[in-house]
């Protein structure tokens, strides 16, 4: 409990400092002013868990930017050595991100020269200052933090290395860089909104609670605007409560369980990834009532024990949030290396799940 | 004797009582207890479950400040056992096998005694201060704990046994409340109907008056950290097992100010040379009644502070000095006369600990001072 009053002195000193975001309804009023947001997002990179930190850089992305990667012809890789500086390994959303650039990096005869930074940017920025005097190709990494770039990115540029984000934004002149890649948590939000919309198409009144992730946190912020984005106007659904998990098992468990005991009507749970979903489950469970049946559950994420409760039928839909993006990665070289013009923001490939395809996706899910 | 204890919990009893009735005002269907599926389900329930951990912990923190010292490791000794017992019930590729758990479970307390003969020692036989001995394991624990998950998140999951402890059900009863209860049945058998509880008191009235006496204080104070070790790991595994994962930053994180606040509820004094386990049990339950309220009528952000309220509130009630301003309120004029009652206690004690005075079994006036001396000094660290 403790550690909750914490994690609220921490949002209360930051919501000071950043000149206050606004609260969640203002959020749902106003979804296209995200740069606050985005301001939020600086000092709170770190503190995410599961969703490995994907600063969906809300600052500079009007939808004209994003885009899809062009055809290219990607034999030009063939011995082709990129250099890859990777935030760490705090999670295992991280590791698969990992084992999915390197076995892409294989399967296209990449060369490819891989740092762990373990979570700090002086290590970062001397693995890309690595590259540079080893005149790599393509220099591609996922920032620890957003700030603090412009010098090493300049000298990339001056160089004349082209430079890939992945899974994380910078703050840095879009134009010291190619192009980011990684996942848009506000879309993930509307996903999930629009699942729940349509699972209670006919229901007359549906109340319903949050479990946020990380106060502060950019999956955190984004996720609940995307949500509120589609369900802010709908006045059947109700929200009874939204409170912080910190996206970790114990802390959705913790707060669902005070959810259970103060209100006894809930139906349906929104948690901002799997893990506090999984939490839930344990506290419906242990409320006596039936998750997935008695309370619907909506989470983000799709990890494999998320995956394995939506196929038990305790989880009712899950919005993927994907690190396997090797294969966009080094499409993207390929089309800078010839020469393309390709998007300042390219989205990860994601999709969602029912039970039915969790079942299906459940024995070849990698992480 | 027994009046003077049935007195000294009365008040602690009468919050627990209170509390109740407050959160059934709010949540008209609180005392309904339901049998579904062959299980009980209920927010008595509820609470009952939720304060076992505590309630161990709590157990060995009584016994452990009985003797004057303190445990402040217990919460990162659960962060071992907890992290130790799932990262073998991972790592062993059968997580739904009895004996995997049974293994982990074993080893996990065996870490936990370790832990605590780790305190023993260094409060009995190097003498240094508990406060100080034990904030070593505090700090170092915890770190102990992410080497042993590799600074990761378990999931123990799979595995039925393992989640029995602190989320199954035996006999229709929540594992967990019976396995608390039985521990404190034990204690309470141990201390009370054998001459533990009175050593352990007197070593905590004067470990050097008592070695004297013919106590031998060092394996005392050594018993009673091995036994603060052992339940603390045992509530990590119940934590652990609840929530079917192993945060090594979060198991039983200030779950030591929980057991100390429960206890200091409960009417064992601070000062040592006096416990009552009864009293804990009620502390124990009055912190979840008491968090399950806040969360119901205000909300959960708002428990940390009416924790305090509570304190407050219990201390007042059992400090004697309290009560008599409060009595000479009332009879005027005689107040004058219950004064020089309250001054036999240093003033320094009576602002911490309310229960400090009249140690019952004190040897003579030179302890009595000592005793005082030395809870000032720790005192100042505590608060």
């Known amino acids: ?35 606050t947001t985005a301001a939020a997002t600086a000092p709170a990179t770190d503190a995410e868990t599961t969703a490995g930190g994907t600063d969906a850089a809300p600052t500079d992305a009007p939808p ?36 999915d650039i390197k076995a892409a990096a294989e399967a296209n005869g990449v060369k490819l ?49 082209p430079v890939i984000l992945t899974d994380r934004g910078v703050t840095a002149d879009p134009s010291l860089y190619k192009t980011f890649l990684g996942s848009d948590f506000i879309v993930e939000g509307e996903k ?61 468990k913790k707060v669902m369980e005070g959810f259970l005991a103060k209100y006894p009507n809930i139906n349906l749970v929104y948690a901002h990834n799997d893990d506090m979903g999984l939490g839930a489950i344990e506290a419906i469970e242990a409320a006596g009532k039936v998750p997935g049946k008695d309370i619907k559950i909506v989470t983000v994420d799709a990890v494999k024990a998320g995956m394995q409760a939506l196929a038990d039928g305790k989880i009712n839909f899950i919005v993927e949030c994907s690190p396997l993006l090797g294969n966009q990665l080094f499409q993207a070289a390929a089309a800078v290396l010839n020469n393309q013009e390709i998007p300042a923001r390219v989205l990860t490939i994601e999709g969602s799940f029912d039970q039915e395809q969790a079942k299906a996706a459940l024995p070849d899910r990698k992480y | 004797m027994k009046h003077v204890l049935s007195n000294r919990l009365i008040w602690p009893a009468l919050v627990l009582v209170a509390l109740l009735l407050a959160n059934l005002a709010f949540n008209h269907s609180f005392f309904n207890i339901r049998l579904q599926n062959g299980n009980l389900f ?30 402040l490791s217990v919460g990162a000794v659960a962060a071992i056992s907890g992290s130790w017992a799932s990262m073998h019930i991972i790592s062993s590729g059968d997580p739904s096998s009895v004996r995997v758990v049974l293994t982990a479970v074993g080893v996990a307390l065996l870490m936990a005694l370790v ?61 967990s409340i019976l396995l608390a209860g039985i521990i404190f049945g034990l204690t309470a058998i141990l201390t009370r109907r054998t001459a533990l509880g009175t050593l352990i008191e007197a070593v905590g009235v004067n470990p050097e008056a008592s070695r004297l006496a013919g106590i031998r204080s060092r394996s005392i104070i050594w018993i009673v950290y091995l036994f603060a070790g052992l339940l ?20 039983g994180l200030f779950i030591e100010l929980d057991a100390i606040l429960a206890v200091v509820i409960g009417g064992t004094s601070l000062a040592g040379g006096r416990f009552s386990l009864a009293g ?55 107040r004058a006369v219950v004064v020089p009652a309250g001054s036999v206690v240093s003033p320094g004690s009576a602002a911490i600990s309310a229960p400090a005075p009249a140690t019952p079994d004190t040897a003579d006036g030179h302890t009595a001072a000592t005793s005082d001396s030395i809870l000032t000094k720790s005192s100042g660290t505590t608060s």
């Open chain 1, 113 to 161: 020269q891989f740092t762990s930074a373990e979570g700090d940017q002086a290590k970062q920025i001397a693995s890309i200052k690595t590259f540079i005097t080893q005149d790599v190709d393509v220099i591609a990494f996922s920032p620890v933090v957003e700030t603090g770039w412009d010098a090493v990115l300049e000298e990339a540029k001056a160089a004349g290395i």
């Open chain 1, 192 to 252: 999930a909104g629009t699942w729940a919309q349509t699972e209670f198409a006919d229901a007359t009144e549906v109340n319903y609670v949050v479990l946020e992730g990380t106060t502060g946190s950019a999956p955190a912020n984004d996720r609940a605007t995307g949500w509120d984005n589609i369900l802010g106007a709908e006045t059947k659904f109700k929200k009874l409560a939204s409170q912080t998990g910190d996206f970790t098992r114990d802390g959705g």
């Open chain 2, 42 to 71: 209920g927010p008595l329930v509820d609470i009952l479950r939720n304060a076992a951990p505590v309630v161990l912990v709590a157990l060995g923190m009584t016994l452990v400040i009985a003797t004057r010292g303190i445990d």
């Open chain 2, 280 to 334: 804990t049990l009620i502390g124990a339950f009055i912190i979840e009644a008491m968090n399950t309220f806040v969360i119901q009528a205000i909300s959960a952000r708002a428990t940390d502070v009416f924790k305090a309220c509570v304190v407050i509130a219990v201390m007042i009630l059992q400090s004697p000095q309290a009560r008599a301003m409060v009595t000479g309120a009332f009879r005027g004029r005689k």
């Open chain 2, 232 to 251: 603390a790991g045992l509530a990590g595994l119940m934590l652990t097992s609840n929530s079917t994962s192993a945060d090594p930053n979060s198991i």
């Open chain 1, 64 to 99: 004209a930017n994003v885009g899809t990667l062009p055809e290219t012809d990607m034999s030009i890789l063939k011995d082709a050595v990129i250099g890859f500086a990777q935030v760490g390994s705090e999670s295992g959303w991280r590791s698969a991100n990992t084992d």
């Open chain 1, 1 to 35: 409990m403790l550690k909750k009053t914490f994690a609220a002195a921490a949002a209360a000193v930051l919501a000071l400092t950043l000149a206050a975001c606004g609260s969640d309804d203002k959020a749902a009023e106003t979804p296209a002013t995200t740069p």
């Open chain 2, 115 to 175: 832990a605590g003969a780790w305190n023993g020692f260094l409060v009995s036989v190097l003498g240094i201060q508990p406060i100080v001995a034990t904030l070593v394991l505090m700090t170092a624990g915890r770190g102990l704990a992410q080497i042993i998950t590799s600074e990761k998140i378990l999931y123990p999951d799979n595995s039925p046994a393992y989640k029995l402890i602190g989320g199954g059900y035996l006999l229709a009863v929540p594992f």
